[in-house]
């Protein structure tokens, strides 16, 4: 007698695992919109340097230290929790 597998990933009453992008979740008028756009604005061409080409592409300073102010300001200060 076979085994009787799940046959449709409906079954598991899931979609998709993640979303697309990230910033599909919040709501348009959350408020990581605006830390995201204030910290877009200032230039980080010094700091850009100082990357290096080998290895895996880094994260734009700037969406780094947005998601740090955003944590930041919720009281969240472990990187773990963020």
């Known amino acids: 007698m076979p085994v009787p597998f799940k046959k449709d990933p409906i079954e598991f009453n899931q979609k998709l695992l993640f979303p697309p992008k990230i910033f599909d979740l919040p709501p348009g008028d959350h408020q990581c919109f605006v830390y995201r756009d204030i910290f877009q604005q200032p230039d980080t061409s010094d700091v850009e340097q100082n ?11 700037g969406l780094i230290t947005s998601i740090l102010i955003y944590a930041y300001s919720q009281g969240i200060f472990s990187f773990r929790e963020i």
Do not use: D, F, T
């Open 51 to 61: 990357y290096s080409i080998p290895g895996q592409n880094a994260y734009h300073p």
